[in-house]
């Protein structure tokens, strides 16, 4: 009689096994960067304001992995960008840069300093959260989209390089920077409608949290995460 008490058990637990080891995470790192361009080697008029090489983050320091002023992206995304910028050219706008392909060691970067329980990093990116909140609340993810290649954060600028409001600023860990944000003027609503309808349209789908932040659709590596310095 036992037996047949027991061996379905016994079979509970090999089949839910399987099962969990067959869900696992598939994802994989590479450092293989053939399939990458800098973005200024397609968009010529693109400008750039690169945070994570600088201090200007809300980790106030230069993140890991970012030796050099360029922006990355697939061959295949920056394809569609390229679209999405002669689309705004037409309207008499140019893209500004914050960051593209961004290495895993540097979003390991994000993580270290979140657990660091004694460098407050620059508190103005997140006014009305606790650091510890940043990576609970998926503000930052242990692994991010933009690690695939194909991701991207950036805005408009006027050809001349003048100022486009878009009621928020870059890497705000605060419900203004929501693509709906309801509390902004007409006019930002509009400029955040350029911007997303452009890159829309080439292909790209946006973040319900970052109105800044557009990920290829059909993106080349979905399962790969990427390593290689930025340099």
């Known amino acids: 009689m036992k037996k047949f008490v027991y061996l379905p058990i016994f079979l509970v637990l090999t089949f839910s096994s399987l099962y969990a080891k067959d869900t696992q995470d598939k994802s994989k790192i590479s450092t293989d960067k053939s399939d990458f361009a800098p973005i ?6 693109a400008a750039y304001d690169l945070r994570y090489y600088s201090d200007n983050n809300f980790t106030a ?29 037409k309207q008499g706008y140019r893209l500004l840069i914050w960051d593209s392909y961004r290495p ?8 270290e300093w979140i657990n660091d329980p004694v460098n407050p990093g620059d508190k103005s990116f ?11 609340g998926n503000y930052i993810m242990a692994k991010s989209g933009h690690t695939r290649g194909s991701t991207i954060d950036l805005t408009i600028i006027k050809k001349d390089g003048g100022f486009v409001d878009m009621g928020g600023t870059f890497d705000l860990f605060s419900e203004v920077s929501h693509p709906d944000y309801k509390n902004i003027t007409k006019q930002q609503k ?20 970052e109105w800044w932040h557009f990920t290829l659709k059909d993106e080349p590596y979905p399962d790969t995460y990427f390593n290689f310095d930025v340099e």
């Open 104 to 111: 895993q060691k540097a979003v390991d970067h994000f993580v």
């Open 190 to 209: 509009q400029n955040r409608k350029i911007l997303n309808d452009a890159m829309v349209k080439a292909g790209f789908k946006g973040l319900d949290s």
């Open 61 to 89: 320091s230069r993140i890991r992995g970012y030796k050099a002023p360029v922006a990355y992206m697939t061959k295949k995304a920056l394809k569609a960008l390229a679209v999405a910028a002669a689309d705004l050219r």
């Open 40 to 45: 200024s080697s397609v968009i010529y008029d």
């Open 126 to 136: 997140y006014p009305t959260l606790k650091k510890s909140n940043l990576l609970a």
